[in-house]
């Protein structure tokens, strides 16, 4: 089993920037496929990025792969989640999410751990 930690979520003008961090605790974070995902008041949750157990593979929600970068280090046991020229629309607790298996992933509903979410709202 492992625990999740999701932090730098803030209040953030319209074009700026965030850094997100998930740290992780419990079972050897190598083992898991790492993903970020976000959901906005009255939304249901939605896909944002995913990272490979080594890193050395991501995919993206199509509409954000300009914008966002996923990474992670293992050695500290951490994936992050970093957000340039945010908009709006980007308002919504983001929550990391681990999943057992080695292909990425997508879907809700294949993670089996997930954080209590950190809430990024991006201001007009």
């Known amino acids: 089993q492992v625990q999740l930690v999701e932090s730098g979520g803030e209040l953030v003008q319209a074009g700026g920037s965030l850094r997100l961090s998930c740290a992780a605790s419990?079972?050897?974070?190598?083992?898991?496929?790492m993903g970020w995902f976000r959901q906005a008041p009255g939304k249901e949750r939605e896909f944002v990025a995913t990272i490979s157990r080594g890193g050395g593979t991501t995919d993206y929600a199509d509409s954000l792969k300009e914008r966002f970068t996923i990474s992670r280090d293992n050695a500290k046991n951490t994936v992050y989640l970093q957000m340039n020229s945010l908009k709006p629309e980007d308002t919504a607790v983001y929550f990391c999410?681990?999943?057992?298996?080695?292909?990425?992933?997508?879907?809700?509903?294949?993670?089996?751990?997930w954080g209590q979410g950190t809430q990024v709202t991006v201001s007009s």
């Open positions: 419990g079972r050897t974070f190598s083992s898991y496929a």
């Open positions: 999410a681990a999943r057992e298996g080695w292909s990425l992933d997508r879907v809700v509903d294949d993670y089996n751990y």
